[in-house]
């Protein structure tokens, strides 16, 4: 089984952001996308996070993706983390292209630091500006 992935971010971007990854490459496993909603803390995370856990094969590690770090969902996750014996991380400022390639990687790659440094990787190279690239790549 591959490395365990929960997805959380305020509103319903999380479920979003699975739905638009498994769009481009396929239906995925041991992944779960958590809503953070109006009205709701850092505990009615937790509680989420908890049920989440239950479902997942954790075995191989854990790895939270979060939207903003010191956020709710990255307090959440982290608070799981200094409590839980279980082997995980968390990153935060998830887009699509980290997303993408740690899905990919996991398929092949089940050592979880190593998923980690593709994930942040690839989150930084998915960062770009079109006149950035322009400019550098005009005739002078």
Known sequence: MNIAIIIC???KLAIEMLNTTELIIGKQKNIDAIEFLIGEGT???IKKYNKSIKKLNI???LI???DIWGGSPYN???KILNEKN???DIISGINIPMMLETLIER???NELKK?????IKNGKLGINNTNKNLFTNKKK
């Open 9 to 11: 971010a305020h509103g």
């Open 59 to 61: 075995e191989k590690g």
């Open 115 to 119: 998923l980690i440094k593709i994930a």
């Open 64 to 66: 939270f993706f979060v």
């Open 76 to 78: 959440a996750a982290n």
């Open 107 to 109: 398929e092949e790659n």
């Open 43 to 45: 505990n009615d995370i």
């Open 86 to 88: 279980i082997t995980c």
